[in-house]
């Protein structure tokens, strides 16, 4: 039961929400990418030119802290013209019940 707890810990719930442009996709996945996160599971659609994207994230090796984290994706967000939100799984999982 320990190790279960454990490998919950490091991961997160990333979204993504806004207007569909090329780069989207890249831009968040890089930015994740740099800091040693590992994309888990991504799901990504486009609804007559809204573009949503969810990951699940693990945080384990990640290089910086989550509130770092968290800063630097909602500034690429500002900058992409999208809102970038990143949750903790169980905050997530306990917000929407899953």
Request: glycine share 8%.
């Amino acid at each position: 039961m320990a190790d279960s707890k454990k490998s919950l810990a490091g991961r997160v719930v990333i979204t993504v929400l806004g207007s569909d442009r090329s780069g989207i996709v890249a831009a968040v996945t890089s930015a994740i990418a740099e800091r040693d996160a590992n994309i888990l599971d991504i799901s990504q659609t486009i609804l007559q030119g809204i573009f949503t994207m969810t990951m699940l994230v693990d945080l384990k090796d990640l290089e910086t802290d989550f509130p770092a984290l968290q800063k630097q994706l909602s500034g690429l967000g500002m900058h992409l013209g999208v809102q970038i939100q990143m949750q903790r799984e169980e905050v997530f999982k306990y917000m929407y019940r899953l």
